[in-house]
């Protein structure tokens, strides 16, 4: 059971990207249009590595926040990336029914605030402060009656922002110490990417990522410039560009909800390739690269020039 509910929370989950991020809608019209298939390699999230109050006592909002749900679906956590330059952590979940039940990776990342300037993690913390009593634990979601589909649709507010909107001049201090925390206190647990998996596209006409990407290109969506991995590592990815959208944050003068442009996310595209892991055996790759995923994280970057002129307003 737990698999066909995860089934259906990854469609909701994609549904709902799907309406935000337009180049993702591009993808999946490209694709079928040459009647292949959008199949998805690994979906990922972001966290906050933080100890906050509720009336079960300290919960951490960081990756065993959902890491504890995806291992109630099924998932196992298979390996782990350090970004010390970044304060970054990340860990990922394979389902070991992957493949019989076509179910995405999951690559969860946290920032470690302790290990920010105080004063930022200050801010941060008592942003997340107002989480919900409901939310403090995410399992007690899965544990309420109702159909697979009920279920799934409970699941899906945990992907949200839980705690209200941040003070303007507070996402503007974070920002320039990581963007990384200033996306989250802004969206949350909102999947910050679904994977285009080039290797389950099915269609002749977009073979590898190199012509996908050219492809995607040529159809007016902004692309990273590069293509990060090689070969012989066993994974190449790149992305869109994020899209920008407006959030909402809380005035500084007024405390009134004002709307601010943001990026959100991209859509990123991978191709994985057979790896020898011993003397005349190969198998398909089926990890990530940790110098990619540092790049990938980059491209929700924001001008903190930009955002001041909003703040200023």
Not at 150 to 168: D, G, H, N, S, Y
Not at 264 to 273: G, K, L, P, V
Not at 274 to 298: C, M, P, R, T
Request: aromatic fraction near 10%; glycine fraction near 6%; proline fraction near 4%.
């Amino acid at each position: 059971m737990t698999n066909k509910i995860a089934l259906n929370l990854w469609k909701l989950l994609w549904q709902e990207y799907n309406a935000r991020v337009n180049h993702a809608r591009t993808y999946q019209q490209m694709i079928t249009a040459a009647g292949g298939t959008v199949a998805n390699d690994h979906i990922a999230f972001r966290s906050l590595r933080l100890l906050v109050d509720s009336p079960q006592g300290k919960i951490n909002l960081g990756i065993d926040y959902i890491g504890q749900l995806a291992e109630a679906l099924g998932y196992v956590a298979t390996g782990e990336y350090n970004f010390a330059q970044t304060h970054l952590y990340a860990r990922y979940y394979r389902h070991p029914q992957q493949e019989e039940f076509n179910l995405p990776k999951l690559f969860i990342s946290e920032l470690i605030v302790d290990e920010l300037p105080a004063n930022i993690a200050q801010l941060i913390s008592k942003t997340v402060s107002s989480i919900p009593y409901e939310l403090t634990s995410p399992l007690t979601l899965l544990q309420k009656d109702g159909n697979i589909e009920t279920i799934a649709k409970q699941l899906q507010q945990v992907f949200t922002r839980p705690w209200l909107p941040p003070v303007c001049s507070v996402v503007e201090e974070v920002n320039q110490v990581t963007q990384y925390g200033a996306w989250v206190l802004l969206h949350g647990y909102a999947v910050n990417h679904f994977t285009g998996y080039v290797n389950g596209q099915n269609t002749p006409e977009y073979p590898d990522i190199e012509t996908t990407a050219d492809a995607l290109a040529n159809l007016g969506v902004p692309m990273k410039a590069e293509i990060e991995g090689n070969i012989a590592c066993g994974l190449r990815q790149t992305a869109t560009q994020a899209v920008t959208e407006m959030v909402t944050v809380l005035d500084d003068n007024s405390g009134a909800e004002i709307p601010i442009p943001w990026t959100y996310a991209y859509y990123e595209i991978a191709q994985r390739y057979l790896i020898e892991v011993e003397s005349g055996k190969q198998v398909l790759f089926d990890a990530f690269l940790g110098s990619n995923a540092q790049q990938l994280f980059e491209m929700t970057r924001l001008s903190n020039t930009n955002l001041k002129k909003e703040c200023d307003k």
